[in-house]
Structure formats: structure tokens, C-alpha cells
């Protein structure tokens, strides 16, 4: 996982050659998942987790990033009901449905570099520079691989199937329709063993796979394509899959359509940075809060993924959540609130962000007023750009004002807001980036 704006891009490279070998391993898998329709976003696994509402009852559930500093499954019991990385291997834990982490497109530390160069040196991806190693985030720890190589999917489907200890979820971190890694090619026939004077093309001929920019057609569909046979894959094998597509990039060069399309090739999936960011402050951000068009664009691909399992991050700006603030509280939850389409299936977590912040590790003390009594549903979603956002609840109601410049008046009912305050029926002004929960009898 890694939050980080990105900046402009070039222009994209068309061309579809690559595309060939990766359809002919889809194809191969199509059976899987049609014996799989069973284990996808209405598992039987995954409903265990929730609970219906019936009558005032909190409708949020929380979700567990890493459970690395958690004493025990017995902790997450009745306190979470999805993690997204079990480190700890704690199995079948009663009531919590655990995903085994994997990066979406690089190999794990165990498998360095230097093994790709003595073993595989034509998996390993290039900037177009032709000589740079497209590590992400600079992680030089964790190699890129060629997800367009039939037998990249493959190698990677054996090394995460070797690392499960129970978890009924495989969770792809970093799949995005973007290419944020700046992928641009490899080099075809390179020999292995590979040394150091031969590296980086180890005998190979360059191969230019993508331009290393956005909406390149041919990675999006790569992309696509890769996700679709990790799915196929896993569900055939009794598991369901997960990607993390952060859903916090400039919609100049990330299409809601793509990202969709993307989480719809996989069982459900996670937006690391929804709905709120730490300290962002650029591309449509204020304070780590998606303004305007930002917004509506993340709220486009939140109410199209809910329906299957979705995992909604949110990191506080430096601080951790024992200190939240209560603006931070009635945003992260009426944002969250509004967009829901499936109580059993969503996930929320408020985490901390910052130098030494482990919050994501640990058992978070999340406050009952981050959960207040609204639900069941009884309305679906608002549309989006209807700002103000206004949804009701068979108790009570969430409103979000994203703009960045302008008030809303909107019309509320007499009640709480999730804090316990009295408030009147009538008319009441949202400020700009501002949300509103109140809870009815």
C-alpha cells in the first residue's frame, strides 16, 4: 500500500501485440470462474461477517488494514469484520473474514533482483530509459514483473498459493489503471543466467510494452486482463480476490471508468485513500479531502464497487485516531454513509498517518459517534454530482457538502447528530467540505 498524488503524464502508445498471450490464459481460465459464481461478492464466507440491522442500528462495520501488532484472532472478533493483510496467520478467526496480502505486480523480497537476472531476466520491467528498473515507490526490494507473460501470472499465482495459512481472500495491493509505476517494456529472448556486464538486456532484444504513461490503451487493457486471470485462478481454487485500485488519483488521467471496469474483474476491492487522504492538499484536494469533480469522481467508482466487497481507508492527517477531531469524524462517516450499497459487504477504517503512526497495524479504538444508529437503508444512494449529498436512513439521515468554495442549506429532520447534540428540524447550512450524520428516533 502507498498513498501518492501523481503528476501529468505523457501521451499514449497504441498498439495491441502484447495483449495476445495474457487473453490466451483467460481464455484457459473462463471455466473457473464460471465454477466459481458462487464464491465471488456473494460468498457465503463473506456474509458471516455482518449482520442486518433491524431498527436503530449502527450500519458500519470496520475493517482491519494489517494485523502485524494484534495479540490475537480473538481481538478482531466482534471488533472488525474484514482484514485486508493477515500477518499473522490466525486461520479461521469466528466472525472475521481474512485476506492474505500480495503486491499486485511485483515479486515479495525473497525473490530479489539479482534472482530474476539468474533465473528470469526477460520477467523483469523497464522505464523507458531502457536500463531502469521500474521499482515502485522505489522499493528496490520488490522486482516489477511482466503481467502481460502468461507465465508471470502463473508464477505469481503458485508463490502467493504457497504462502496461505487459511485466508479466504487474496489482496492485490497497487492495481491501478493508471501504469503510477511508469512501466514502459522488457527485453524479449534475455538470457539466464544473467551477469552484472550483460545487464540490463542479458542478450535480449527491447520490447516496448507501454508508453509509461496514463491512459495508455494497451496497459489498461493488460491490466484488465491480468486481474481477470488472477480471479479466474483463485476462484477456481476456493478463494476470493481483492484489489486495492486506489481510487485518489487526478481524474485527468484516471478514468472512474477504467477503475470500475477494473474492480469489476475482481471479487470486490479496496480504495486506499477514501475518504480522506492524510494532509493532501493538490489535485483536487483540501486537507486530504477530495473536493468538487475529485470527489464525484471517487463517489462514482465508491457507489459502483459497493455492491460487492469494498474496503474504504481513510488516513488522518499526523495524527492518530485517538485524536480525531469531530469535522473529521461527521466527514469520514457521512461520505462513507451516503455512498453504501451493501451493509454485509462494506468495510471502513480511520487510521492515523505519519511518522511512527502504526494505527493500521494494531486494534483500533474507534468511537461509538463514528458509528451512529441510522440504519437499515432505506433509500439508495444519491446520484452523483448531486451536491450537496443527501441520503435518508429509516433513522436518520448523512449529508456531505464536497465543494470547495460554497455553502448547502439543506432541509434536515429532528434528531442527534452522532455526537448526542440536539438538532431541530429545519433548514441547516452546510459549511464547504463539511458532513452531517443525525440520527432519528
Given at each position: 500500500?502507498?498513498?501518492?498524488?501523481?503528476?501529468?503524464?505523457?501521451?499514449?502508445?497504441?498498439?495491441?501485440?502484447?495483449?495476445?498471450?495474457?487473453?490466451?490464459?483467460?481464455?484457459?481460465?473462463?471455466?473457473?470462474?464460471?465454477?466459481?459464481?458462487?464464491?465471488?461478492a456473494?460468498?457465503?464466507?463473506?456474509?458471516?461477517?455482518?449482520?442486518?440491522?433491524?431498527?436503530?442500528?449502527?450500519?458500519?462495520?470496520?475493517?482491519?488494514?494489517?494485523?502485524?501488532?494484534?495479540?490475537?484472532?480473538?481481538d478482531?472478533?466482534g471488533?472488525?469484520?474484514?482484514?485486508?493483510?493477515?500477518?499473522?496467520?490466525?486461520?479461521?478467526?469466528?466472525?472475521?473474514?481474512?485476506?492474505?496480502?500480495?503486491?499486485?505486480?511485483?515479486a515479495?523480497?525473497?525473490?530479489?533482483t539479482?534472482?530474476?537476472y539468474?533465473?528470469h531476466?526477460?520477467?523483469?520491467?523497464?522505464?523507458?530509459?531502457?536500463?531502469?528498473?521500474?521499482?515502485?515507490?522505489?522499493?528496490?526490494?520488490?522486482?516489477?514483473l511482466?503481467?502481460?507473460?502468461?507465465?508471470?501470472?502463473?508464477?505469481?499465482?503458485?508463490?502467493?498459493?504457497?504462502?496461505?495459512?487459511g485466508?479466504?481472500?487474496?489482496?492485490?495491493?497497487?492495481?491501478?489503471?493508471?501504469n503510477?509505476?511508469?512501466?514502459?517494456?522488457?527485453?524479449?529472448?534475455?538470457?539466464?543466467?544473467?551477469?552484472?556486464?550483460?545487464?540490463p538486456?542479458?542478450?535480449?532484444?527491447?520490447?516496448?510494452?507501454?508508453?509509461?504513461?496514463p491512459?495508455?490503451?494497451?496497459?489498461?487493457?493488460?491490466?484488465?486482463?491480468?486481474?481477470?486471470?488472477?480471479?479466474?485462478?483463485?476462484?477456481?481454487?476456493?478463494?476470493?480476490?481483492?484489489?486495492?485500485?486506489?481510487?485518489?488519483?487526478?481524474?485527468?488521467?484516471?478514468?472512474?471508468?477504467?477503475?470500475?471496469?477494473?474492480?469489476?474483474?475482481?471479487?470486490?476491492?479496496?480504495?486506499?485513500?477514501?475518504?480522506?487522504?492524510?494532509?493532501?492538499?493538490?489535485?483536487?484536494?483540501?486537507?486530504?479531502?477530495?473536493?468538487?469533480?475529485?470527489?464525484?469522481?471517487?463517489?462514482?467508482?465508491?457507489?459502483?464497487?459497493?455492491?460487492?466487497?469494498f474496503?474504504?481507508?481513510?488516513?488522518?492527517?499526523?495524527?492518530?485516531?485517538s485524536?480525531?477531531?469531530?469535522?473529521?469524524?461527521?466527514?469520514?462517516?457521512?461520505?462513507?454513509?451516503?455512498?453504501?450499497?451493501?451493509?454485509?459487504?462494506?468495510?471502513?477504517?480511520?487510521?492515523?498517518?505519519?511518522?511512527?503512526?502504526?494505527?493500521?497495524?494494531?486494534?483500533?479504538?474507534?468511537?461509538?459517534?463514528?458509528?451512529?444508529?441510522?440504519?437499515?437503508?432505506?433509500?439508495?444512494?444519491?446520484?452523483?454530482?448531486?451536491?450537496?449529498?443527501?441520503?435518508?436512513?429509516?433513522?436518520?439521515?448523512?449529508?456531505?457538502?464536497?465543494?470547495?468554495?460554497?455553502?448547502?442549506?439543506?432541509t434536515?429532520?429532528?434528531?442527534?447528530?452522532?455526537?448526542?447534540?440536539?438538532?431541530?428540524?429545519?433548514?441547516?447550512?452546510?459549511?464547504?467540505?463539511?458532513?452531517?450524520?443525525?440520527?432519528?428516533?
Amino acid at each position: 500500500m502507498h498513498r501518492e498524488k501523481n503528476a501529468a503524464r505523457q501521451p499514449s502508445w497504441t498498439g495491441v501485440k502484447r495483449l495476445g498471450a495474457i487473453a490466451l490464459l483467460i481464455a484457459s481460465l473462463t471455466a473457473g470462474v464460471a465454477v466459481c459464481a458462487q464464491r465471488n461478492a456473494t460468498s457465503p464466507t463473506v456474509e458471516t461477517s455482518r449482520t442486518s440491522g433491524v431498527g436503530a442500528t449502527p450500519l458500519i462495520v470496520f475493517g482491519q488494514v494489517f494485523d502485524s501488532l494484534v495479540t490475537s484472532a480473538a481481538d478482531l472478533t466482534g471488533h472488525v469484520g474484514f482484514v485486508w493483510g493477515d500477518n499473522k496467520n490466525f486461520g479461521t478467526a469466528v466472525g472475521v473474514v481474512l485476506g492474505q496480502y500480495s503486491a499486485g505486480y511485483r515479486a515479495t523480497p525473497l525473490h530479489t533482483t539479482k534472482w530474476f537476472y539468474n533465473h528470469h531476466p526477460d520477467w523483469i520491467v523497464y522505464l523507458n530509459d531502457r536500463h531502469t528498473v521500474a521499482y515502485e515507490f522505489g522499493n528496490t526490494q520488490a522486482t516489477p514483473l511482466d503481467i502481460s507473460n502468461p507465465a508471470v501470472a502463473a508464477w505469481k499465482q503458485t508463490d502467493i498459493t504457497a504462502g496461505f495459512h487459511g485466508q479466504a481472500w487474496v489482496d492485490l495491493d497497487n492495481i491501478d489503471s493508471e501504469n503510477g509505476a511508469k512501466f514502459a517494456g522488457h527485453y524479449v529472448g534475455a538470457k539466464a543466467p544473467c551477469a552484472a556486464s550483460a545487464q540490463p538486456s542479458c542478450g535480449g532484444v527491447w520490447h516496448q510494452d507501454y508508453t509509461g504513461g496514463p491512459l495508455d490503451p494497451v496497459w489498461i487493457g493488460v491490466d484488465l486482463a491480468y486481474v481477470t486471470a488472477m480471479r479466474a485462478y483463485f476462484n477456481a481454487h476456493g478463494r476470493s480476490v481483492m484489489i486495492n485500485n486506489s481510487e485518489n488519483s487526478n481524474p485527468a488521467y484516471l478514468r472512474p471508468i477504467d477503475q470500475i471496469a477494473l474492480a469489476r474483474a475482481a471479487n470486490g476491492s479496496l480504495s486506499e485513500g477514501f475518504p480522506m487522504d492524510a494532509c493532501a492538499t493538490s489535485h483536487g484536494w483540501i486537507n486530504g479531502r477530495p473536493t468538487d469533480t475529485q470527489f464525484d469522481a471517487e463517489y462514482q467508482e465508491y457507489i459502483a464497487e459497493s455492491v460487492s466487497p469494498f474496503f474504504a481507508i481513510g488516513y488522518l492527517c499526523n495524527h492518530s485516531l485517538s485524536h480525531v477531531t469531530p469535522d473529521e469524524e461527521a466527514w469520514a462517516t457521512a461520505a462513507f454513509l451516503i455512498g453504501m450499497q451493501n451493509p454485509k459487504l462494506n468495510y471502513l477504517a480511520v487510521v492515523g498517518s505519519g511518522k511512527g503512526l502504526t494505527d493500521y497495524e494494531t486494534i483500533e479504538p474507534y468511537p461509538a459517534s463514528i458509528n451512529p444508529p441510522v440504519g437499515p437503508i432505506s433509500e439508495p444512494p444519491p446520484s452523483v454530482g448531486s451536491r450537496p449529498y443527501v441520503r435518508n436512513f429509516s433513522h436518520g439521515m448523512a449529508a456531505l457538502n464536497p465543494s470547495s468554495t460554497a455553502t448547502a442549506t439543506i432541509t434536515v429532520p429532528a434528531g442527534k447528530d452522532q455526537f448526542g447534540t440536539p438538532v431541530p428540524a429545519g433548514s441547516r447550512v452546510l459549511q464547504p467540505m463539511t458532513g452531517l450524520v443525525i440520527v432519528t428516533p
